[in-house]
């Protein structure tokens, strides 16, 4: 099982960035997937990312970037 988190509000991404999800929500929201046994946790707007990614991964780059 994978989790692919959004941008957390962490000391690591102090001044990183805004939308940040607190570390609270990203792990109950981990949790909800580990326990309905997906196998891939997409968290926030990930799962678009990774699509946009599949598709077109300069864009996906440059997304991450503008963060």
Do not use: Y
């Not at 109950?28 to 990774?50: P, Y």
Request: hydrophobic share 45%; glycine share 10%; proline share 6%.
């Amino acid at each position: 099982m994978q989790a692919f988190l959004p941008l957390v509000d962490t000391p690591m991404t102090r001044g990183w960035g805004s939308g940040k999800w607190t570390p609270e929500d990203a792990a109950i929201r981990i949790i909800k997937g580990l326990e309905g046994l997906k196998l891939n946790i997409n968290i926030g707007k990930v799962k678009l990312l990774r699509l946009i990614h599949r598709c077109m991964p300069w864009l996906a780059r440059r997304i991450m970037k503008a963060g």
